[in-house]
T-cell receptor
């Protein structure tokens, strides 16, 4: 089983709709979780950290389910500018790459007018 | 505050040539990393460093080496370029336990 798994999509969603996608992780010792956004041919940029109690930033809501080992990202009232690839990132101090970070391959989201 | 700066942004090499991709950060981050990103493969870690003088291999280190003589700089060297090394390369830095900041990438083509 891969350490961090995401549905690659693409998710085709009409403008204004709500969309949600999940990311599952295999290491139960994982400590920190993040969502990054990557636009085509650009660098990944931090969208938001994911806290145990869940957190919201404007139209974006992130949640963590430790029992089932997944995190989710929900986007409300989607905009054309939300079209991007969303990367799930997990930090596990028991292993992984630099600073224990493991990146998912990303979920491609396309918002259609 | 420039963040993470990568140079060059684009490069074309011939097979067998060597070159160095530069990465510099001005945030005094101890962690620095190099990734390559290929279509359908996601980000793959090449090498990383937890501080000046300390480097370690990531998932795909073959054909590359790195050094970390200062906190600010983390160059990536391609020893003898091969077409399989055609990719987009990202450098990233962070404080321990914090999210990574990425440079805007180097697009490398090997002919």
């Amino acid at each position: 089983r891969k350490e961090v798994e995401q549905d690659p999509g693409p998710f085709n969603v009409p403008e204004g709709a709500t969309v949600a996608f999940n990311c599952t992780y295999s290491n139960s010792a994982s400590q920190s979780f993040f969502w990054y956004r990557q636009d085509c041919r650009k660098e990944p940029k931090l969208l938001m950290s994911v806290y145990s109690s869940g957190n919201e930033d404007g139209r974006f809501t992130a949640q963590l389910n430790r029992a089932s080992q997944y995190i989710s990202l929900l986007i409300r009232d989607s905009k054309l500018s939300d079209s991007a690839t969303y990367l799930c990132v997990v930090r596990s101090y028991s292993g992984g790459g630099a600073d224990g970070l493991t990146f998912g391959k990303g979920t491609h989201l396309i918002i259609q007018p | 505050n420039a963040g993470v700066t990568q140079t060059p942004k684009f490069q074309v090499l011939k097979t067998g040539q060597s070159m160095t991709l530069q990465c510099a950060q001005d945030m005094n981050h101890e962690y620095m990393s190099w990734y390559r990103q290929d279509p359908g493969m996601g980000l793959r870690l090449i090498h990383y460093s937890v501080g000046a003088g300390i480097t370690d291999q990531g998932e795909v280190p073959n054909g590359y080496n790195v050094s970390r003589s200062t906190t600010e700089d983390f160059p990536l060297r391609l020893l003898s370029a091969a077409p399989s090394q055609t990719s987009v390369y990202f450098c990233a830095s962070s404080y321990s336990g914090q999210p990574q900041h990425f440079g805007d990438g180097t697009r490398l083509s090997i002919l």
